[in-house]
């Protein structure tokens, strides 16, 4: 939100990406664009590098070739020192939360703050405050530590830290694993609301097709080192086996409201 | 100063503006509201001074951007004056931030977080007393572990159930012994250099140099060698005993061994004791060997001692005795290394800094052990006479 930025533009231009782990190819020469105020979701099968193409976009992976550009400047060949403050303008809530086990949950979301800041104490304990309202998480959460707090309190509190800055991009791995089905569809709530209140544009790794079905505007699925981007209604007229067996299987029509 | 020049550029700056007319104000806010602006508009904020006006418009009209660190500071300052009495007559916002800015409004009436208090001289207290107490209520838990452990390692050896883990055994043994021949060994000609050195340096002034090797010999085999070489294997092997045991914790290994009706004991904690007392008395026995070879090197430069000389002088000084007495406390050395490297192992919770903090303290309490029943035999021994 901080760039003017119209709806539609690409946040984030991947092209020609290759990532391989010895002999094992994962991705091989994938482009993809994420364009402004989307929700992307991002399916696969396990190990079809779904975790890696997020962590190759954000600069914790380094791509054997090909070019990753957020927000105009490339992270594929950058340090986290050489991204020049793109940290300020993402956030990332990493599968089992990653809050730093030896603060309190307050503590965690002021870090980002602390970090690119002048703040004054007092507002960032307001701004915390008011992070935690926003993920709906009571107040007396902030002085919890991680180690107190259950599965969907943990997500959440590393959502309000992915957001303490008021981020322009959210990246999503995996928010609802490990949830029930009613904490992951009052999550996947979450998501599209605050998505909504604070136009961000959301790039979201998932397995669960409930959360697609919710919340994404575009999917993109990675199958056989590539990817396809469609929506649901397009990606179930697709031949490839996995696809189909994804979204017409048993499960994908139960969630996509059919009968069996 | 952190920066944020770099990542941020703000286009057209926040401002704020307060205009008074008699009795009402109009408070024109504009530019970009966004977090990077925060810092300067709290302190700006703050400094505006609304007294005396009791009917307030915030007009911004003029906001370019606004996210919710902005949004934020706006609603508090509308609160802030309302709890002063004055009234806020209107809000005027762009279009596109009425919901966020209606939402917050709605959602946000917690008060800012706060933090844990920081220490004070009775929490320092009451940490004293819960510490003693956990090394009290630990002592008495690691007592348990060793009977528990005595039993089965003398089940196991006298009256085996079931087949014991044999190849677990041996490679227990790989593991803490042969892996470690080259750190001990290394250390073992050092410090037998060292001791040769400071001990002919000494005598010399007595024109006693030929006691060094009297000196070398009983010192490293009755003491030294075991220690140096119980205290190093205390850091390798005992650290990784409770490093792997944890990490199978962790990894609800432990829980699945359980579920399928394997004995944690026997498989887990029985090989490690068992190949560690068979590694250490042997990986003692080198370092005796390596040290006095150091230690007959520095003699040779130092004092011109050959080695027929000092193996002569050798024989006389120590006796089988000798080298028994260091040896006899290896396999008790290597009991309380395994013991407390896997007693700590087991007590690792579900978490990974769980592992790091009761590895370091395995390592420390295997050391101190060792320490002091060491410091316990000697007196023991000579008091029999040995």
């Known amino acids: 939100m901080q760039d003017e930025g119209r709806p539609g533009d690409v946040v984030i231009r991947i092209r020609g990406l290759v990532n391989a782990f010895g002999d094992s190819v994962v991705h091989d020469h994938l482009d993809l664009d994420v364009k402004r105020g989307e929700v992307l979701g991002v399916v696969g099968g396990s190990g079809s590098g779904k975790s890696v193409l997020l962590r190759s976009i954000v600069g914790l992976n380094k791509p054997q070739s090909g070019s990753i550009q957020v927000l105009g400047r490339e992270t594929a060949e950058a340090d986290s020192e050489d991204l020049g403050g793109l940290q300020l303008r993402w956030g990332v809530l990493f599968q089992g939360g990653a809050l730093f086990s030896s603060q309190t949950v307050a503590q965690n979301i002021e870090v980002p703050m602390r970090r690119w800041t002048h703040m004054s104490q007092e507002l960032m304990d307001e701004l915390a405050a008011m992070k935690l309202s926003l993920v709906g998480l009571p107040p007396e959460t902030a002085q919890k530590y991680p180690s107190e707090l259950s599965g969907g309190m943990t997500k959440r509190a590393g959502l309000a830290r992915a957001l303490a800055l008021d981020p322009e991009l959210l990246f999503l791995d995996e928010p609802t694993s490990g949830l029930d089905p009613i904490s992951a569809a009052q999550f996947d709530e979450l998501i599209r609301n605050l998505q909504q209140s604070l136009g961000l544009t959301v790039f979201l790794v998932t397995h669960d097709i409930d959360t697609l079905r919710a919340i994404t505007d575009r999917i993109a699925v990675l199958v056989n080192r590539k990817i396809k981007v469609g929506t649901i209604a397009t990606l179930r007229q697709d031949p490839d086996p996995w696809i189909h067996e994804y979204f017409s299987g048993v499960r994908g029509r139960a969630a996509l409201g059919e009968q069996g | ?386």
């Open chain 2, 1 to 386: 100063m952190r920066n944020l020049a770099p990542a941020i550029t703000i286009a057209t700056p926040a401002t704020l503006r307060l205009e008074k007319e008699g009795r009402s104000a109009r408070l024109v806010i504009g530019g970009e509201w966004v977090v990077a602006e925060a810092a300067r508009m709290d302190r700006e904020l703050h400094g505006i001074d609304a007294g005396g006006s009791a009917d307030i418009a915030i007009d911004g009209s003029g906001i370019v951007l606004l996210d919710s660190a902005g949004a934020w500071l706006i609603l508090r300052t509308k609160r802030e004056l309302e709890a002063k009495n004055a009234r806020v007559s209107s809000i005027d916002l762009p279009e596109r931030y009425r919901q966020l800015f209606e939402r917050l409004e709605k959602e946000c009436i917690a008060p800012p977080v706060t933090h844990p208090p920081r220490h004070k001289l009775e929490d320092y207290l009451a940490r004293l007393g819960r510490g003693t107490i956990h090394v009290a209520r630990q002592s008495y838990d690691l007592v348990g572990f060793l009977g528990r452990v005595a039993v089965e390692t003398s089940e196991a050896v006298v009256a085996p159930r079931r087949e014991l883990p044999f190849p677990a055994f041996i490679h227990q043994i790989e593991e803490t012994g042969l892996t470690a021949l080259p750190i001990v060994g290394m250390l073992a000609f050092l410090l037998g250099i060292v001791l040769a050195y400071q001990g002919a340096d000494q005598l010399k002034r007595f024109s006693a140099q030929i006691y060094t090797i009297d000196f070398l010999g009983v010192g490293f085999l009755r003491e030294l060698g075991g220690l140096v070489t119980a205290i190093i294997v205390a850091g390798r092997s005992g650290s990784a005993f409770t490093a792997q045991i944890g990490t199978m914790r962790v990894n609800e290994e432990t829980d699945a061994m359980q579920t399928i009706g394997l004995n944690l004991g026997e498989i887990l904690v029985l090989p490690r004791v068992l190949g560690l007392m068979v590694a250490l008395p042997l990986l003692t026995f080198f370092a005796d060997v390596v040290g006095i070879i150091g230690g007959m090197v520095m003699t040779y430069f130092d004092l011109g001692i050959t080695i027929p000389a000092f193996m002569r002088e050798l024989e006389g000084a120590i006796t089988l005795r000798t080298l028994l007495v260091g040896l006899i406390k290896a396999p008790v050395f290597a009991f309380v290394i395994a013991l407390v490297g896997c007693f700590e192992g087991m007590r690792v919770e579900r978490n990974a800094a769980s592992v790091g903090k009761l590895t370091t303290r395995s390592v420390v309490e295997s050391i101190f052990r060792i320490i002091a029943l060491d410091a316990g035999l000697s007196i023991v021994f000579s008091v029999l006479g040995f």
